[in-house]
């Protein structure tokens, strides 16, 4: 049965049967008697729509091309992590057993995972809930940070600052290491720390040399129930795309400002000016986005991926 986000009308695929709906991905399950059942066993089909979401809304209107950049990066950072950590992908290839050709490019066939219920988040640099934190007590997540930060400076070291899963429409909540492990228990808590902080150390490292700042990112963890990394804590979800994570120019990088990024941070400044004439405070919907804003925004994500991958969108 079809659930999650209201108002969404899936794509229907041959062979898949639609599940879920969160604010950007669709999730299938093989049909009863699937060719893909019978190859891959408990799997899911993952698709990245073009939908776009942002203070807890999903917008009316859609950014061209946005499903396949996060499928794409995605893809990509699967690889530059092996060896590292390991992922849900079973197949992003067409065909009777693979991904259907109507997703062709932003679709995945993934292991279902058991999900911990934490947003694995790693920061390098103070801004966002955190800049807000800070400002407040001088520490994140219960971290004790120095004295004297700004928004958008560097940390001394990159921290592991994870929150609750909220439900659509609701915010993140920032919570201690301490409130995951009463969640998951010490052990997988470890676990999930150290895998966030070692992924985000490679993201970091790699993105640097391309010219990037990768400021923060969130992650995502499940437990495999099956196939060859049965019993292991593996990533689940998008990793490091400009919806999860705060790419920065670096050449541009000025602690003491908002600093300009490849992600909506363009759309959210239209969102909140006397342009789109929208009051957030009222808590009603956004209005459709204007042209000019949807291809802007559509640039950034591209230019994401081009600086990232150094090719263009297949």
Known sequence: MSAGLTGVTPIELPGWVHTYSGKVRDLYLPADGSA??????DVVLVVASDRISAYDFVLPTTIPDKGRVLTQLTLWWFEQLEGLVGHHLVTAETGPT????????????CRRLDMFPVECVARGYLTGSGLVEYRTSGEVCGIPLPGGLEDGSRLPEAIFTPATKAAIGEHDENVSFEAVAATVGAEDAAVLRDLTLAAYARAEELTRARGIILADTKLEFGRALDGPNRGQIVLGDEIFTPDSSRFWPADTWQPGRAQPSFDKQYLRDWLTSPA??????????????????????????????RRLTGRELP
């Open 36 to 41: 893909v059942a019978a190859e891959h066993g």
């Open 276 to 305: 789109s004439g929208w009051d957030r405070k009222a808590e009603l919907p956004p209005p459709p986005l204007p042209a000019d804003v949807v291809e802007h925004t559509r640039e950034r994500y591209l230019e994401a991926y």
């Open 98 to 109: 693979g991904v259907p050709e109507a997703v062709a490019g932003r679709a995945m066939v």
